[in-house]
C-alpha cells in the first residue's frame, strides 16, 4: 500500500539538512530587530545546533560588515549543544551574521575510525571509505595533496604508514577547507548588529539655550553660545545639546511660563518651528546666520565638543511648509489645521504633521533631508524630540537611511512614554533613550530599573540616557532636597548610565522653585530668556567636572553590562559596582538628602573577582580618601552636606604579604 | 538639499501599519516550531502590540482550523501593551493563528471627543470629523443605518442629540463591524498548534511482549496476548504497548543476554526486522496472522484499550528491502552493507537505513507508509524506536504527513539522548517522549526536572512519559531496593507525570536480577521467552490497579503545568501537588526504600487557593487515611513497606464554622 503525499509539500533538496540551527543569541524578537554595539567591540554569538546521532557537526558563523563580503568564523562546540564564536566589529554600519552548520563525515569516519583503532577492530574497509571520503574533498577543489593522500589511504602500502596519516591533522584540516556543505543548513535569517561609535554608548551631555548665554538680559546668539563651550568643557562634558535653534513662529505664541498670549518681547518656545525665516533648515535670525552655527560646531570640536542638535518634527502655523505643503498637515472640516492638544490643554502654537498624508513619501522623505541637512552641516548627533508620537515604521525607514550614509550619526530619543513603546523605538534605531530614571529615587526602584536595563535582554539594544532633570521635567524630590539631592542625584546618573545628561546651568546652580501644579521650574527657559550666574554660590560644577575627569579615567564606567548592586542593611544607602578586566569601580549613594546615613555593606566579592580573605584598598575619587578593606562585610557614613556619596576605586594589591621575602 | 534614497529600500504601503505587534505569546523558536494542546482546550493567545502616540489600536486574533477558515477573536488589552484572547481548540489537527493589530480612527475620535466634552471644549468641528468617519465606515460595506448616523452627527439637529449618538456605544459597534484595516499590521508568522485528542497528553502505557504471555514456555501469539487483556483492563492503562510485531532476522541472531550466536530455539531480538515472510508491514508467524492482529486490536478496543506498535526503522541482513531496494542501505568499499556498530561492539544482525540514499525520496515515502499501512489497520498509537538517530527534517515531514491523514495518530519519541535533540525531536511533532526521569532519583533532581518539564517553555512543546524501566534500562536503585522502591518509582512516574508507563509483567512482578555489567535485567525478554506468574506474592498489581483509577479519576493529574513542589524539611521526602479549579492532589514520597522518614511539610497554601487560617481534608487515596490540616506546616511519616507515598486528596470544607446558625 502507498499513501499519496498528503501535504502540499513535496521533499526537497531543503530536506536533507542534517543539522538544525534551533535558535542564536543575541536575537531580538525573533531576528526581527538588531541588536546595537560600538566599533571596536567583540561580539559573541551563540547557536544551538542539533545534528541527529552521533556524526560530527561542524559550523561556521557568518558576518559581513556594510558594504563588505561575508565572512566565516568557526564556531566551537561549548557544550548541551550550544555553540559558540566571537568576532570583532571593526566598521561603523550594519553587520549581518548569520550561522551555516552541516555534518562533516570525513570528521565522523576519522572518529570511527580511531574508536575503533582503541577497540582493536580490523579496519581494512575503514580505509578504503577513508579514500573515498579524501579524493571527494579533492574533487571538490581541495589541495592538490589530497589526491596522493587518498591514493596512500586506499593503497596496498604499509598499513602502519596509512593509518598514520589517516589519524593524522595535517590531513584533517587539508579535507576540512574543501568542507562538504552541498547538505548544510543556514539559519533561517540574516540577523543584524548596528556598530555605532564609542561615544552612542558612553556619552554625558550638557543641554544648554544659546538664547540664554548673555549676562546682560539680551537675546544670546551663536557667538554667546560660543563663550560659553569653555565652562562646558571644563566641566568635562562630551556633547552640548541644543534646543531647536529655527525661527520661531509668531502666530499662538506663548508667553512666559507658558501663558496663553505672548507679549511682544517674548522669545517663544523654540519647540513653535518655522516662520517666515525658514523652517528646519534655517537658524533663528536673532542666533546669527548659518555661518556663525558653522563657527560654533568648529569651536566646539576644537575643544573635543560636540554639538547635538534637536529634531522636533512639527511646525508652527508660520512654517513654510503649511503654504508649500499643505497636504502634510492635516486639515479638519472646517477648512482649519489641526493643531496639538491634550485635552482641556491646546496647543495652537503647534501643527503636529499628518504621517498618514496623502503625499506620505513626499513628507517621510523631507524629514529625513532635515536630518540629512543637518549632517551635511557637520552634526552627527541628533536629540529627537517626541519620537513615540510618530509612527515607528517611519523611524525604522529613516535612521536606515541616515545611517546608511552616515554610520556616525547618534539619535537620542526624547521618548517618555510606555516601556514597550520606549523599547521598540530603540529597536528601530535609536541609538540612545530617555528613561524613567528621572522619577526613580528610592534603592528598590533604582536596583529594578537599573538592573532591567542592563542585565536582561534590554542591554543589547537600549542604551539609556539618564537625566536628573530636563527643562520639561522638574521632579517632585528636588523641591526641597537642597544641594545634597542635586549632587545625589547626578552621581547616581553619571555612574548607574554610561551615557547620562544634565540641563545647565539651571542644574548645576541648584534651581529649584516650581511653577505651582506642574512638574517643571518656574521661569522656564522654554518660554523666556534667562541670564545665569556661573559662578553662584553653591555650584555642583567642580563636582560634576571631577564626576566626569573620573568617568573618563575609568573603563568600567563606559558601560552599563557589568552593573552589580551590594546588599546594605540601610534602604537609604544604594551600592553598586561596574567593572571590566582591569579597572573596579564601587559606588555607594546616600539616598536621604537630609539626614546622614550609616550601612553595612555586604559585597559579592566573587562577583568582582576579589579572594573572600584577600585585602584591598577602596580609594573615594570624589573625596580622595583611602580605606584598606578586607572581606565582605565593610562600614560606611554618608553625611549628605559633606559628601552624599563614595565613588571608590577598588585597587587590589600587587602583593600580599605571604608574596614578601620574609615569608618565604 | 535632497538626498537620493540611499538604501534599496523604497517607501512601500507595508511603512505605514501604524500599529507594531512585536511579539506572540507562546511562539517556539521565533515562530518556526508548533505548540501542542489537546482537542477541546482552550489556547490563551497573548501579544505586545504597541502603536505610536496615544491612538486607539484594535487587534484581533485570527485562527484557522486544519482545512477551514479564518476565524477573529477581539484582543482584549491586558495593560503595559499586551493584549490577549482566548480560542477553543474543537478539532483535531494543525491549527494556525496569528494577529492584526490596527489603528482605530474612530474609537480614538470618540475618546478625544469625550475627554473634550469633560473638559468644557467646543466640539463643533469634532462632530464634523465624526461624521466622515462615519460616512466611510458606510462606504466600506458597513451597516446602512451609518448612512443616517453620519447624516445626524454632521447635520444641524440638536448639538445634544448629535452628542447623545456621538458618544453612544451602539454607534461604536455599528463603526467596529467595519473596521479601516487598510493600514492594519499581520505578524510577521502564521503560527502553529499541533491539536491532538487527550490521549496524547495522558496515558498510561503497559509495555509487553506479546511472545511472552504463555505458561507453558511456548512462544506466545496474539492469542495469547489477547487473554492477557482482562489483566491489563484490570490494572487501569490505557494502551498495550508492543514490540516490534515482525519477521526477526536469523543472519548474525542474538542469543539469550545478548551473546553474539543465536541457538537453533533462540527466538532473536524483535528490533532485528525482517526476514523472508517480510519487513516492517507483516507480522512474525510465530504470533499469527495480519487477522489475528487484526483481533487483538478489537479486543483491545472493547476493553477501552489502545494497542501501540513500536516502529524501528531498521533492517535484519534477512529483510526483504535489502534486496528490493540496496540503495536504501550504506553500501561499503568492498561490497558488504553497513550494519550498525558503536565501537568495539558490532550489530551485524541490524543494517540502519541510509537516509541519505541517492533514492532518499523512495526510502523516506516508504517509512512513512510503513506508518500510513498501520493506520489503516486500525493503529494509531506509535511508539517509534530511536528517532535520534534519524533525520530530524525527516520526522518533520513524515509526522506532519501522517498528522494530516490521521490527525488522532500518536507518537512517543524513544530518544535516550542529549536534552536539545529530545526537545527538537518533540518540535518535529512527537505528541510524547521517553525522558531522564529513569535516572533522576534524589529530591533535588526530581524537582529540578520536573519543573523543567512543568512550568518553562519546554511544556509547550514537549509531552513527558516517565517510565522506571524498559526492557533497554535497569537502573541501580531498583536493583537492591526491594518492593518499595518499584512502588515508589511507580508513584512518582504515575503522578510527576500525566504520562508514564512501565514494562510488564517485570516490573509489577519486581524483576531484579541484573546481567552483570549492563544496566539491563537478566535473562532479558529482548532475547529470549519468559513465563511470569502474574500472581506471584508482592506483586504490585493492586497498588497499581488503584494508581490508574486515582489517575483517571482526579483531572489534577491529567496535565503537569499546575505541579508545584512544596518545601519538605527531609531531603528523601519529597512532596508536591497538582490541580484544576475543581481538584487538588497532593503527593507524599519517601524516596528512600529502606528507611522510614518523617517530615514536617510546608506547604504553600495561596498557591493551592487555601486560606491561611482554612482547615482542609487531606484524604490519602492510596491508604484511605483521612486527616483534617489547617495552616501550611503539617507532619508525616511514611513507612516504606507499609506505604512509602501519600496520595492526597486534598478537599475543602464547603462552610467553615463561622458560617453556621450558632455564628450569625
Redesign the interface.
Known amino acids: ?3 499519496v ?3 502540499a ?1 513535496s ?1 526537497s533538496e ?5 543539522a ?1 540551527i ?2 542564536v543569541r543575541p ?1 531580538i ?4 530587530y538588531p541588536i546595537k554595539r560600538i566599533v571596536g567591540d567583540t561580539l559573541e554569538i551563540e547557536a ?1 545546533i ?1 545534528g ?3 556524526d560530527v557537526v561542524r559550523a561556521v558563523l557568518v558576518d559581513r560588515a556594510p558594504g563588505g563580503p561575508w565572512r566565516e568564523t568557526e564556531l566551537v562546540h561549548v557544550g ?2 550550544a555553540w559558540r564564536a566571537t568576532i570583532g566589529l571593526p566598521a561603523l554600519g550594519r553587520h549581518h551574521y548569520s550561522v551555516i552548520a552541516w555534518v562533516d563525515a570525513f570528521a565522523t569516519w576519522r572518529r ?1 575510525l580511531e ?2 583503532l ?4 580490523d579496519v ?2 575503514e580505509l ?2 577513508g ?2 571520503l579524501v579524493a571527494a574533498a579533492h574533487d571538490r577543489g581541495g589541495d592538490p595533496a589530497l589526491a596522493n593522500a587518498a591514493a596512500v589511504l ?1 593503497g596496498r602500502g604499509a598499513l602502519e604508514q596509512r593509518l598514520e596519516l589517516a589519524t593524522s591533522d595535517a590531513l584533517a584540516e587539508l579535507v576540512a577547507r574543501a568542507p562538504d556543505r552541498r ?1 548544510a543548513a543556514r539559519y ?2 540574516d540577523l543584524e548588529v548596528i556598530v555605532e561609535r564609542p561615544l552612542a554608548a558612553c556619552s554625558a551631555w550638557y543641554e544648554m539655550f544659546p538664547r540664554s548665554t548673555r549676562s546682560d538680559g539680551k537675546h544670546g546668539s551663536f557667538r554667546d553660545a560660543e563663550a560659553r563651550l569653555d565652562y562646558i568643557a571644563e566641566l568635562g562634558f562630551d556633547i552640548v545639546y541644543l534646543p531647536p535653534i529655527h525661527p520661531i513662529g509668531m502666530a499662538f505664541r506663548k508667553g512666559p511660563d507658558n501663558t496663553p498670549v505672548a507679549g511682544p518681547d517674548d522669545p517663544g518656545s523654540p519647540w513653535a518651528i518655522g516662520g517666515p525665516d525658514g523652517g528646519h ?1 534655517s537658524v533663528h535670525a536673532a542666533l546669527g546666520t548659518l555661518a556663525d552655527f558653522d563657527h560654533l560646531v568648529a569651536a566646539a570640536r576644537a575643544k573635543q565638543l560636540e554639538i547635538a542638535l534637536d529634531i522636533a518634527f512639527q511646525a508652527s502655523p508660520d512654517h513654510p511648509w503649511v503654504t508649500e505643503h499643505p497636504t502634510w498637515f492635516k486639515a ?3 477648512g ?1 489645521i489641526q493643531y496639538a492638544e491634550n ?2 490643554k ?1 496647543y495652537q502654537d503647534v501643527y503636529p504633521f499628518d504621517f ?1 498624508s496623502a503625499d ?2 513626499g513628507l ?2 523631507a524629514l ?2 532635515v536630518f ?2 543637518w549632517c ?1 552641516r557637520g552634526i552627527r548627533v541628533f536629540r529627537v524630540d517626541n519620537p ?7 523611524w525604522e ?1 529613516c535612521l ?2 541616515i545611517h ?2 552616515y554610520p556616525d550619526a547618534i539619535f537620542l530619543a526624547e521618548a517618555f512614554t ?4 520606549m523599547y ?1 523605538l530603540a529597536k528601530a534605531g535609536f541609538s540612545q533613550s530617555y528613561t524613567y530614571f528621572t522619577w526613580r529615587t528610592t534603592k528598590a526602584e533604582l536596583e529594578a530599573y537599573a538592573t532591567e536595563l542592563a542585565r536582561t535582554e534590554v542591554a543589547e539594544l537600549f542604551r539609556p540616557n539618564f537625566w536628573p532633570t530636563t527643562p520639561d521635567i522638574f521632579p517632585e524630590h528636588l523641591v526641597n532636597g537642597g544641594r545634597a539631592a542635586f549632587e545625589l542625584r547626578v552621581v547616581l546618573a553619571a555612574t548607574l548610565s554610561a551615557c547620562y545628561g544634565i540641563y545647565g546651568p539651571s542644574y548645576e546652580l541648584g534651581e529649584h522653585e516650581p511653577r505651582p501644579g506642574v512638574e517643571e521650574l518656574a521661569h522656564n527657559e522654554k518660554y523666556q530668556l534667562r541670564t545665569w550666574d556661573l559662578d553662584r554660590p553653591g555650584s555642583l560644577r567642580h563636582v560634576i567636572a571631577r564626576l566626569n575627569r573620573i568617568r573618563r579615567a575609568h573603563p568600567a564606567l563606559h558601560g552599563n553590562r557589568s552593573l552589580r548592586f551590594h546588599q546594605t542593611d540601610n534602604d537609604l544607602v544604594i551600592c553598586y559596582s561596574k567593572q571590566t578586566a582591569t579597572d573596579i569601580v564601587l559606588i555607594v549613594v546616600n539616598l536621604d538628602p537630609h539626614h546622614s546615613h550609616r550601612a553595612w555593606l555586604t559585597l559579592d566579592l566573587a562577583g568582582l573577582g576579589i579572594g573572600r580573605d584577600e585585602a584591598f584598598q577602596v580609594h573615594d575619587l570624589l573625596g580622595d580618601a583611602r580605606y584598606t578593606w578586607r572581606g565582605p562585610r565593610s562600614f560606611v557614613e554618608l553625611v549628605p552636606d559633606q559628601a552624599p556619596a563614595h565613588l571608590f576605586e577598588i585597587r587590589r594589591f600587587v602583593r600580599s604579604e605571604n608574596q614578601f621575602e620574609y615569608y618565604l
Open positions: 500500500m502507498t499513501a503525499d498528503v501535504s509539500e521533499l531543503a530536506h536533507r539538512a542534517r538544525v534551533l535558535g536575537e524578537d525573533g531576528g526581527r544551538d542539533v541527529d546521532g552521533h548541551n549543544d570511527g574508536r575503533k582503541a577497540a582493536g577492530v581494512t574497509v578504503l571509505e579514500a573515498l586506499g547538505l533561517r535569517h533648515t479638519r472640516p472646517d482649519t485635552p482641556p491646546k498618514d506620505w513619501q517621510w522623505r529625513r533631508d540629512v541637512f551635511e513615540h508620537t510618530k509612527p515607528i515604521a517611519f525607514w536606515r537611511e546608511a550614509r510606555r516601556p514597550k513603546l521598540v
